[in-house]
């Protein structure tokens, strides 16, 4: 089953060039794999009241084309690529604006039991089936991303509060899109754009907590961890940035 959505891009989305990429495609994606399961009746909207169960995204995946300006609609596109599902559900992405690909990518979200604090598998919620699509994509597998702070750069320091929790009360996830484009400058971002970016989601932040973010560049990727105060790590990225071209 395919999901798709036309959608006009907001200024409140931009980057400081005044267009959309990273931090707006990445909420985009997010919404339209949200909504495709909210389309089904089994979204976060339902599923926590009725199975004590809510999905929780744990990895992200993207790769950037170009940035969107606020000019025309947006195409986005969500499905469920065919394999197995058990406890562990990956949805392929793609936005597009007049047929030219902007940004492709994939996200992994899991079902976790609030009270059990424990992953469970989809027959838990009654998660339907037949659902798959069998749809030609390029985009590569999931990476396994170093966790070790050696060699690492501390960038700075975020303390959780009440605008970063979500609805089951830990730190929403793609906050840490932004304390991660945070651990550069803004002449960073003048030279230089995102093109790829992989983020993996590793323990729960929550209110009150503090957490430090740490950055290092080897042969063109970057990779950024944030760690508890104990060290504790509890995301990782790792993206690759290219020099600035004009904007088309």
């Given at each position: 089953?395919?999901?798709?959505?036309?959608?006009?891009?907001?200024?409140?989305?931009?980057?400081?060039?005044?267009?959309?990429?990273?931090?707006?495609?990445?909420?985009?994606?997010?919404?339209?794999?949200?909504?495709?399961?909210?389309?089904?009746?089994?979204?976060?909207?339902?599923?926590l009241d009725e199975y004590g169960i809510a999905w929780m995204f744990t990895k992200y995946k993207m790769h950037i084309s170009r940035k969107a300006?606020?000019?025309?609609?947006?195409?986005?596109?969500?499905?469920?690529?065919?394999?197995?599902?058990?406890?562990?559900?990956?949805?392929?992405?793609?936005?597009?604006?007049?047929?030219?690909?902007?940004?492709?990518?994939?996200?992994?979200?899991?079902?976790?039991?609030?009270?059990?604090?424990?992953?469970?598998?989809?027959?838990?919620?009654?998660?339907?089936?037949?659902?798959?699509?069998?749809?030609?994509?390029?985009?590569?597998?999931?990476?396994?991303?170093?966790?070790?702070?050696?060699?690492?750069?501390?960038?700075?320091?975020?303390?959780?509060?009440?605008?970063?929790?979500?609805?089951?009360?830990?730190?929403?996830?793609?906050?840490?899109?932004?304390?991660?484009?945070?651990?550069?400058?803004?002449?960073?971002?003048?030279?230089?754009?995102?093109?790829?970016?992989?983020?993996?989601?590793?323990?729960?932040?929550?209110?009150?907590?503090?957490?430090?973010?740490?950055?290092?560049?080897?042969?063109?990727?970057?990779?950024?961890?944030?760690?508890?105060?104990?060290?504790?790590?509890?995301?990782?990225?790792?993206?690759?940035?290219?020099?600035?071209?004009?904007?088309?």
């Open positions: 089953m395919f999901f798709e959505k036309d959608y006009f891009p907001q200024f409140r989305e931009a980057d400081r060039d005044g267009y959309v990429g990273l931090r707006g495609y990445m909420n985009y994606f997010q919404d339209i794999a949200t909504h495709y399961m909210h389309n089904l009746h089994k979204g976060n909207d339902t599923i300006d606020f000019t025309k609609e947006l195409h986005m596109e969500t499905w469920i690529p065919e394999g197995k599902l058990s406890g562990i559900v990956h949805q392929n992405l793609l936005i597009s604006r007049n047929g030219e690909e902007c940004a492709r990518g994939c996200v992994e979200s899991c079902l976790y039991h609030m009270s059990k604090n424990k992953l469970v598998r989809l027959k838990e919620i009654e998660f339907p089936e037949g659902l798959a699509e069998n749809r030609e994509f390029d985009i590569r597998s999931f990476e396994k991303l170093p966790v070790g702070l050696d060699g690492m750069e501390y960038a700075h320091t975020h303390r959780v509060k009440y605008t970063d929790l979500d609805k089951v009360g830990h730190m929403t996830n793609l906050k840490y899109v932004d304390l991660f484009l945070n651990a550069f400058g803004s002449k960073f971002f003048e030279k230089f754009r995102i093109k790829e970016f992989e983020l993996h989601f590793l323990n729960q932040c929550f209110e009150g907590e503090t957490i430090h973010v740490y950055k290092k560049t080897e042969l063109g990727r970057t990779s950024l961890l944030a760690v508890h105060e104990n060290k504790l790590p509890c995301a990782v990225a790792s993206m690759v940035a290219e020099e600035q071209k004009e904007q088309q």
